[in-house]
């Protein structure tokens, strides 16, 4: 039964935060590169905080899988290198923390691109 709630707050939790970027794409003027920064904000002022990963052991995927979970994955990478690397651990936490996720879209994305079929927009 723990599993399956655990699948309902990640739906609920993830479908939330879709459903507010899909608002925010049909109700204002702003361009999907501003909800984005606007979300990416968001996980490191919740990892900065310290609420991110509470939250994180509650809904799983569903706050991890959205980009609010990049946020989160840099703010905490970066508090973490601080903490044992001092002063430069500002510059070198978020990237070291990010790392695999960035280099995993990156071969994806060079994979599907390789796979599908390019044509132009009409």
Known sequence: MEIFLKFVYAFLVGGAICMIGQILILRTKWTTSRILVIFVTLGVILGAAQVFAPIRKVVGAGI?????????????????????????????????????GVAAAIVFAFIAAMVSRSRSKK
């Open 64 to 100: 991890t899988v959205p980009i609010v979970g990049f946020g989160g994955v840099l703010a905490e990478g970066t508090i973490k290198a601080v903490r044992e690397e001092g002063f430069m651990g500002i510059f070198m936490g978020g990237l070291a923390a990010a790392a695999a």
